[in-house]
């Protein structure tokens, strides 16, 4: 299920980086803004990009998409 979430799921902006697979969320804070976050596995390495205040779990996955193609490519 964690490949689908990049396949075709919440995170297919990163579907170009090979054997990704990952777990997209938001975590709701009482009377703030909602948390997102992006967790995930690639070539042995696991990783979590947390964003505060996000609303969704969008910028945590740009984040994420810029880090592991820097490190990637």
């Given at each position: 299920?964690?490949r689908?979430t990049v396949?075709s799921?919440?995170?297919?902006?990163?579907?170009?980086?090979?054997?990704?697979?990952?777990?997209?969320?938001t975590?709701?804070v009482?009377g703030?803004a909602?948390n997102g976050?992006?967790?995930g596995?690639v070539d042995g390495m696991?990783?979590a990009?947390?964003?505060?205040g996000?609303?969704?779990s969008?910028?945590a996955i740009?984040?994420?998409g810029?880090?592991?193609?820097?490190?990637?490519?």
């Amino acid at each position: 299920m964690m490949r689908e979430t990049v396949t075709s799921g919440t995170a297919t902006a990163l579907n170009d980086i090979a054997g990704l697979v990952g777990k997209t969320g938001t975590a709701e804070v009482d009377g703030a803004a909602s948390n997102g976050w992006f967790v995930g596995i690639v070539d042995g390495m696991a990783f979590a990009t947390f964003v505060e205040g996000a609303q969704s779990s969008a910028p945590a996955i740009a984040a994420s998409g810029r880090f592991l193609r820097a490190i990637t490519d």
